[in-house]
């Protein structure tokens, strides 16, 4: 799933071998500094699933991140 994420643009894909609480904030904070990279997955996912499956998405995170 999240290899077909990546290749349509709609997510970033961490190898788990990679995957640690740094590496993984890193990311969402280079995320959250990149307002167009996030239209972008936004507009990607969109086009792969209806409904609004981004703002599940980031209400899902925020709720992580709690």
Known sequence: NAQRLQAVGAGELLE??????????????ALLDAPERLDEMEAA???LFAGDAAAR??????RLLE
């Open 57 to 62: 998405i980031v209400e899902e995170c925020e």
């Open 16 to 29: 788990q071998h990679d995957l640690s609480g740094e590496t993984l904030a890193a990311r969402l904070i």
């Open 45 to 47: 996912t969109d086009a």
